[in-house]
Every structure is written in structure tokens, then in C-alpha cells.
T-cell receptor
Framework: DTGVSQNPRHKITKRGQNVTFRCDPI?????LYWYRQTLGQGPEFLTY????????KSRLLSDRFSAERPKGSFSTLEIQRTEQGDSAMYLC??????????????FGPGTRLTVL | AQTVTQSQPEMSVQEAETVTLSCTYD???????LFWYKQPPSRQMILVIR??????QNATENRFSVNFQKAAKSFSLKISDSQLGDAAMYFC?????????????FGKGTKLSVKP
């Protein structure tokens, strides 16, 4: 399968714990995006990378959130000191700036986080 | 700031019939992209159709077509010959046109049910 993959698919944690999610984009895609989707809402943008550079961060991305994309390949999203309000689906998407799918974002299956 | 509004939380259609999902948006930009995404239950989001704002012709992809009214800032999705597999959440999304415009702005979604 050459699509976007995310791990883990589900994560249950206790309030105050740290969690880390991983996203592996489609191999030739240079852009990678993180979104958060809460129940009954559309996805909300968190941040995106072009290669290894983090180009934009949403105001939703508090100091407890950090994202990295070392070497411009996979990306990790870490949430420190989790709160119940962090419970959501975390979606990753990737895109390329060439070819017939120029700038089309392909989404992964998401990581569902539950904070108890 | 750009916003996307989907005023129909739920819609229902009989199999083989036609249904139209509504979307309005607000932007001060003249060039941008609009999208409809489909998110089946417990499955990843996929792109249904896209429209470039500079194109006057409405986009069509098989049974899916849009009615793009730029002056009215309206972007509706028509699904013809509805099939059971069309049942899903449908999200309308906006993206700016410039090279640095990465993120998608989503509406809250419309849940489409298809009755056999």
C-alpha cells in the first residue's frame, strides 16, 4: 500500500501523559499536513511542512504540541501533558507540487486519541 | 479569515435518485480552490471533486458535479444516480491559491444517508 499511513490507529492515555503519533506520507510527496478532527466537526488545520521545514502553524497548536519532520520524510506529532480536550482524531495528509495530482492532499486513516 | 459553511447537517436520498449538498464560503481572495471530500464511516477521507475559482466551467467527475457560483460564493455538490456506497460524511473545503497556501479550511460536514 503506497498511501499515507499513520500509527498508532488508536491511543488511549491518561490525562497528563505525553503521546506521540507518527505519519508516513506518500514517498515522493514533499508537503505534509496535520489536522485535528473532533466529533461532529470538520478537520481543523494544525501545521504543515515542506520537506523538513515547518512553514505554518495554527493558533490551535498550543505550546504542548510539537511536530517534527526530520529529513523531510515521516513526521511525528507530540502532545505533552495531555488534557481531555485533546481527545480527537488526528489526521495526516501529504501532497506533491508536481504532476497531475499537484497540491492534492491525500489523507491517512488518522489516529484516534482518547484522554481519560 | 476564510470560512466555509455547510448548512445541512444531514441529508437523505433514495438509491438511484439525485441529491444536492450545499456549501457557502467567505473569502476576500479572487483566486482559490474549492473541494468536496468524502469520509466514509471509519475510513479515510478521499477527494471527490475540485474546482479552480478562475475556471468558469463547473467541474464534473462521473456521477458527481458541482454548481460553482463565484459571485454568490456558493459551491454545491450534485450526486446523480446515488448508490449505497455514497453514504458518508461530505466536507466542503477551501484552499488559497498562492504557493505558500497549504492548509485546507473545512466546513462542518453533511452526513449523507442512502436508502435502498
Amino acid at each position: 500500500d503506497t498511501g499515507v499511513s499513520q500509527n498508532p490507529r488508536h491511543k488511549i492515555t491518561k490525562r497528563g501523559q505525553n503521546v506521540t503519533f507518527r505519519c508516513d506520507p506518500i514517498s515522493e510527496h514533499n508537503r505534509l499536513y496535520w489536522y485535528r478532527q473532533t466529533l461532529g466537526q470538520g478537520p481543523e488545520f494544525l501545521t504543515y511542512f515542506q520537506n523538513e521545514a515547518q512553514l505554518e502553524k495554527s493558533r490551535l497548536l498550543s505550546d504542548r504540541f510539537s511536530a517534527e519532520r526530520p529529513k523531510g520524510s515521516f513526521s511525528t506529532l507530540e502532545i505533552q501533558r495531555t488534557e481531555q480536550g485533546d481527545s480527537a482524531m488526528y489526521l495526516c495528509a501529504s501532497s506533491t507540487q508536481s504532476g497531475p495530482y499537484y497540491n492534492e492532499q491525500f489523507f491517512g486513516p488518522g489516529t484516534r486519541l482518547t484522554v481519560l | 479569515a476564510q470560512t466555509v459553511t455547510q448548512s445541512q447537517p444531514e441529508m437523505s436520498v433514495q438509491e438511484a435518485e439525485t441529491v444536492t449538498l450545499s456549501c457557502t464560503y467567505d473569502t476576500s481572495e479572487s483566486d482559490y480552490y474549492l473541494f468536496w471530500y468524502k469520509q466514509p464511516p471509519s475510513r479515510q477521507m478521499i477527494l471527490v471533486i475540485r474546482q479552480e475559482a478562475y475556471k468558469q466551467q463547473n467541474a464534473t467527475e462521473n456521477r458527481f458535479s458541482v454548481n460553482f457560483q463565484k459571485a454568490a460564493k456558493s459551491f454545491s455538490l450534485k450526486i446523480s444516480d446515488s448508490q449505497l456506497g455514497d453514504a458518508a460524511m461530505y466536507f466542503c473545503a477551501y484552499r488559497g491559491y498562492g504557493g505558500s497556501q497549504g492548509n485546507l479550511i473545512f466546513g462542518k460536514g453533511t452526513k449523507l444517508s442512502v436508502k435502498p
